[in-house]
């Protein structure tokens, strides 16, 4: 049996499912290149600002048993950096799309960058990050529904290219109502369902484990995968087809994986476990989510993706 992880976003094709989590393994162009060289379906950048930003003092990031947590709080080469890379790279190969990541630290900010990306030969998809936890100041956009609604209606009167945003987790049923009525309204080609869960606290022995921000930071890995999947899901249920998903969080082996695409994830994004892994995760988890498609007799994601089963 002939099994197949490719996958589409928008009008683009990807030959597997699997991408790396913006902030991991996606700083320089080095490691992007590893990535792209990889079986990976795709990368996307770490999240670009207008300036080269330092982010917050070290120690920043942090494994743990059950995951990760970070306050990474948004270093970064700057946005000319990542799309003079991308802008390079498409004109040497165009075997696979990409995704840069951005993010305004101010909506001023935000719409500077995504002229200038309007303005570039990028033929990529861009994310728009509305939930990074980690800049102490600046909340998460996106739990901000009036902001990131007045944000999408400006950015959406001038911006041209396929366009997707980072979403926080969100834990209440009354907010997933919300939240997709406000991006229903909009011509978004992707949502990125979840950022880390924004300020854990995780302490061994009697400290923490980080030092920004009295060691609060974003939880990642195994902590998460359950409010990952009830996002994705809460998404697949109430946006509108044209919008898809992309799945990220908590994915430790192919069946995290395949739960994602079962909740309706598109594409899925790997964070926590290409940290602590390195590269070799992509060829791993792909064996893995072929293993369990050839089990269930499913040649290609289409077959599954949303097929979640309810009680009766
Ligand atoms: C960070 O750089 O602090 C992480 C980025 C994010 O969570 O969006």
Redesign the pocket.
């Known amino acids: 049996m002939t099994v197949s992880l490719s996958t589409t976003i928008g009008n683009f094709t990807f030959d597997n499912c699997f991408m790396n989590a913006a902030?991991v393994h996606c700083y320089s162009k080095e490691e992007l290149l590893d990535i792209y060289q990889s079986n990976a379906g795709s990368f996307v950048t770490k999240?670009a600002t207008l300036e080269p930003r330092e982010?917050n003092p070290l120690p920043r990031y942090a494994d743990t048993s059950l995951g990760s947590i970070?306050?990474?709080?948004?270093?970064n080469l700057g946005l000319d950096y990542y799309l003079t890379f991308l802008e390079e790279l498409e004109q040497s190969s165009t075997t696979k799309p990409t995704f840069l990541s951005l993010t305004g630290l101010s909506s001023q900010e935000t719409h500077q960058l995504l002229n200038i990306v309007n303005q570039s030969s990028f033929q990529g998809l861009i994310e728009l990050?509305l939930?990074?936890?980690?800049v102490p100041g600046k909340p998460q956009v996106a739990y901000d529904f009036e902001t990131t609604n007045h944000l999408l209606a400006e950015v959406f009167t001038y911006f041209t290219k396929p366009l997707g945003i980072k979403l926080p987790p969100y834990f209440d049923i009354v907010h997933f109502d919300q939240a997709a009525a406000i991006f229903n309204q909009y011509p978004l080609v992707f949502v990125n369902c979840i950022?880390?869960i924004g300020n854990g606290l995780v302490i061994e022995d009697e400290s923490v484990l980080i030092r920004p921000k009295h060691g609060f930071g974003?939880l990642g890995g195994q902590y998460v995968k359950p409010t990952a999947l009830a996002n994705v899901h809460a998404f697949y249920q109430r946006l509108n087809p044209s919008i898809q998903i992309i799945g990220t969080g908590g994915v430790i082996n192919g069946r995290d994986a395949f739960e994602h695409i079962l909740c309706g994830a598109s594409m899925v994004q790997i964070g926590t476990t290409l940290h602590k892994e390195g590269i070799p995760a992509f060829q791993r988890l792909s064996q893995e989510l072929r293993e369990i498609m050839v089990q269930k007799g499913y040649e290609s994601i289409d077959d599954f993706r949303g097929e979640l089963k309810y009680f009766a």
Do not use: A, E
């Open positions: 902030g999240t982010g970070n306050s990474m709080g948004l270093p990050n939930s990074c936890p980690n950022n880390s974003g």
